[in-house]
């Protein structure tokens, strides 16, 4: 380890950036408040080079959080602009299959990537990866890369820059020992440059419809505790398909006494995606285990998609591979 977790990124890299007249930004598909916020942030570092920018997502913009970012996010790329040889510019994306459709014919153009994930399988050129697992979020490894650039932090950047280390740190909770002070510094430039903590935690939490809070409950009800309580699972129904309601889920039964992890299955009728979290006092790593399903993320939070299974089956499958890594017999 480093003294910080905020290593230099290559130059190359930076160069890659100065270079370039254009560029398309893209994150993952299925987005979250980092992958967008991010986006966002860079999109600003770039102009403010003068450099011309697309956004792309493939979306869907279902959570509340997001849906109100969907019109500054296109779907494709346009053959003229495709034309002018833009530098792709990958973010929050752990393997080559996460940005989806709109990087399909984007993939012959040079590419960065910029990643905080644990897994995954590097993607890009020697020297044109920035891939930090201990940064917190996307937004804070774009805040370095932006200082690299010689960038001055305005307020709209501080503001995306801040948004996405709020939502993917669940608004500081889950930042470490070891992940903090840089972290919470890099936090408090944001708030000087006139980020109020207080109206973000508001817009981001306030509005919500209260079918979506009764469905949040109606989960809660139905979870089951496994192996004495260390293993909760919970489930989602196709009829709930608002992925937002994972983090109430999630939120709450992770204070259930005794508990390690949680499985979160969500079924969307063709496939199951599956969600993990974990407690950081328990030797629990759901990014391992994602990651045998296919799917990645980190230590405490992951996620894969399997088919073929219903949800009975995928339950039995996943409860052992958690058993197994906890190393809990289960008489089988
Ligand atoms: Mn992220």
Do not use: W
């Not at 994306?93 to 040079?110: A, N, Q, V, W, Y």
């Not at 709209?156 to 500081?172: K, N, S, V």
């Not at 299974?309 to 995928?314: F, I, N, V």
């Amino acid at each position: 380890m480093t003294d910080t977790i905020f290593p230099p990124c290559d130059p190359r890299l930076i160069e890659a950036i100065r270079n370039t007249e254009a560029a398309a930004v893209i994150a993952h598909r299925n987005p979250d408040g980092d992958a967008l916020y991010s986006s966002l942030a860079m999109r600003e570092v770039l102009s403010s080079l003068g450099k011309e920018c697309l956004l792309l997502n493939e979306g869907p913009f279902l959570r509340d959080d997001i849906r109100l970012l969907e019109g500054e996010f296109s779907a494709e790329a346009d053959k003229s602009f495709i034309e002018r040889d833009p530098l792709v510019i990958i973010l929050d994306c752990s393997t080559e299959d996460r940005p989806g459709t709109p990087f399909i014919p984007l993939k012959g153009l040079k590419r960065i990537v910029i990643d905080h994930h644990s897994s995954g399988v590097p993607f890009a050129e020697d020297g044109m990866s920035y891939i930090v697992p201990e940064s917190p979020s996307t937004t804070l490894l774009v805040d370095t890369v932006r200082i690299a650039l010689g960038v001055e932090l305005t307020e709209r950047m501080a503001g995306y820059l801040y948004r996405g280390f709020a939502t993917d740190t669940g608004f500081y909770h889950f930042l470490t020992e070891r992940t903090a002070p840089e972290s919470l510094r890099k936090a408090a430039a944001f708030t000087e440059a006139g980020v109020s903590p207080y109206d973000v935690y508001d817009e981001m939490h306030d509005g919500r419809k209260l079918q979506d809070l009764k469905d949040t409950a109606s989960m809660i009800l139905a979870a089951e505790p496994h192996f004495g309580g260390r293993i909760i699972t919970a489930y989602q129904s196709p009829e709930m398909m608002n992925a937002r309601l994972s983090d109430g889920v999630y939120a709450t039964l992770l204070q259930a006494e005794g508990v390690e992890g949680i499985i979160f299955i969500k079924d969307k009728g063709d496939s199951l995606e599956i969600g993990f979290r974990a407690k950081n006092r328990s030797t629990l790593d759901v990014g391992a285990i994602a990651a045998a399903l296919g799917g990645g993320g980190h230590r405490k939070a992951a996620g894969a998609t399997i088919s073929g299974l219903d949800p009975g089956k995928a339950k039995g499958m996943l409860l052992s591979m958690v058993a197994a890594a906890l190393g809990i017999h289960t008489g089988e």
